[in-house]
């Protein structure tokens, strides 16, 4: 199993350009996370999917959309980057049947962008 | 009110020596799940140990263990016997069993160095 992965590895957008943060999990996870991470600081819950065609804000959702068209994958997009959402991403999934306190998160990679 | 919290931004410990990782959460669930994971510069999130509010005894796995103090709502991670591949970010998460789509919240983090 690849686990989680995410592309791109890296990215630079200019101030009002868009972009898709691709996710995709091998592990046939119901639920699946997209986390943001500023220098220095913890992970934020952008949003969340407890399955297919299921999606829910986080805490920071503003300037983000995402879908959920398959288990596998979980798209986050970005409409007019801002400099403010210079930072690096993470998603995530966890066990199918979730929403127990037991359900481990796993990441991927990450991806850091750069808003110019 | 910050369900986690980790208040020492950065730590040192000498190889080879025990080092405790503090922290504490709020919730009032009686129901809920603490994780401890390792960021190292690579960026990677790694998970390492799992407590369930119902375990009766502390989580352990290898050269970490996690003290739980219940009533002081205290999750501290112990790393037993130090190495240098120790030295990484480790944030602490929690995740609450009434919470939609198993959420987790995460500490700010503590910067954990070995020095040799």
């Known amino acids: 199993n690849a686990g989680v992965t995410q592309t791109p590895k890296f990215r630079i957008l200019k101030i009002g350009q868009s972009m898709t943060l691709q996710c995709t999990q091998d592990m046939n996870h119901n639920y699946m996370y997209w986390y943001r991470q500023d220098p220095g600081m913890g992970l934020k819950l952008i949003y969340y999917?407890?399955?297919?065609?299921?999606?829910d804000k986080g805490e920071v959702p503003n300037g983000y959309n995402v879908s959920r068209s398959t288990t596998e994958d979980f798209p986050l997009r970005l409409e007019l980057a801002a400099p403010s959402q210079t930072s690096v991403y993470f998603c995530?999934?966890?066990?199918?049947?979730?929403?127990?306190?037991?359900?481990?998160?796993?990441f991927g990679p990450g991806t850091r962008l750069t808003v110019l | 009110a910050q369900k986690i919290t980790q208040t020492q931004p950065g730590m040192f410990v000498q190889e080879k020596e025990a080092v405790t990782l503090d922290c504490t959460y709020d919730?009032?669930?009686?129901?809920?799940?603490l994780f401890w994971y390792k960021q190292p510069s690579s960026g990677e999130m790694i998970f390492l140990i799992y407590?369930?509010?119902?375990?009766?005894q502390n989580a352990t796995e290898g050269r970490y263990s996690l003290n739980f103090q219940k009533a002081r709502k205290s999750a501290n991670l112990v790393i037993s016997a130090s190495q240098l591949g120790d030295s990484a970010m480790y944030f602490c998460a929690m995740t609450e069993a009434l919470t939609t789509g198993n959420q987790f919240y995460f500490g700010t983090g503590t910067s954990l160095t070995v020095i040799p």
């Open positions: 919730t009032s669930d009686q129901s809920y799940g």
């Open positions: 995530a999934s966890s066990h199918p049947g979730g929403g127990h306190p037991t359900d481990t998160q796993y």
């Open positions: 999917s407890v399955g297919a065609g299921i999606t």
């Open positions: 407590q369930g509010s119902y375990d009766e």
